[in-house]
């Protein structure tokens, strides 16, 4: 019964910006780091961003997306957030929200223990 229902997917121009959005059902994970990773056409799924589990969490990017987007939490409704702005073509990808597989982990590229089923990001030219 555990969910991980993304939001906020669809075409957006280039430049412009979308805000994800990622709400986890049927037990809390706020213990957990959660982020985000993304896979574009016939590319590898890889690691976009990740927040801790801590008050004062501490936060980490991939180098594509260091200063154009930034990941948040809301642990009262346990959702994590994906800012994304000055979006470009390459960012075009499907977007995968996800909880780290332990409490107490790395956050660059962490181990995954539950996927949402993922959302469609387009940025057009």
């Known amino acids: 019964q555990v969910q991980l229902v993304e939001s906020g997917g669809g075409l957006v121009q280039a430049g412009g910006s979308l805000r994800l959005s990622c709400a986890a059902s049927?037990?809390?994970?706020?213990?957990?780091?959660m982020g985000w990773f993304r896979q574009a056409p016939g590319k590898d799924r890889e690691f976009v961003a990740a927040?801790?589990?801590?008050?004062?969490?501490?936060?980490a990017y991939a180098d594509s997306v260091k200063g154009r987007f930034t990941i948040s939490r809301d642990n009262a409704k346990n959702t994590v957030y994906l800012q994304m702005n000055s979006l470009t073509p390459e960012d075009t990808a499907v977007y995968y929200c996800?909880?780290?597989?332990?409490?107490?982990?790395?956050?660059?590229?962490?181990?995954?223990?539950?996927w949402g089923q993922g959302t469609q990001v387009t940025v057009s030219s």
């Open positions: 996800a909880v780290a597989r332990y409490s107490s982990t790395r956050l660059r590229d962490f181990d995954v223990g539950y």
């Open positions: 927040i801790a589990n801590w008050a004062g969490a501490n936060t």
């Open positions: 049927g037990r809390s994970f706020n213990g957990y780091p």
